[in-house]
């Protein structure tokens, strides 16, 4: 069953996912930053990681 996730969550998520892969992408460049170095960091799956990322990249 997939987790669901509140508000805060959601927002605490969001901004860990975008410190993280500003900082990966500053450190390695945008092209040799794979996606699960990206997900690693904010403890999600591949499938609720690029959820989120669609999300969240509107």
Request: proline letters at 9%; glycine letters at 4%.
């Amino acid at each position: 069953m997939p987790q669901i996730f509140d508000d805060v969550t959601r927002k605490q998520i969001r901004i860990n996912m975008l410190d993280n892969g500003y900082e990966l992408i500053k450190k390695n460049g945008y092209k040799k930053t794979p996606l699960k170095k990206l997900q690693n960091p904010v403890l999600l799956p591949k499938a609720p990681f690029t959820i989120f990322y669609r999300i969240f990249s509107k």
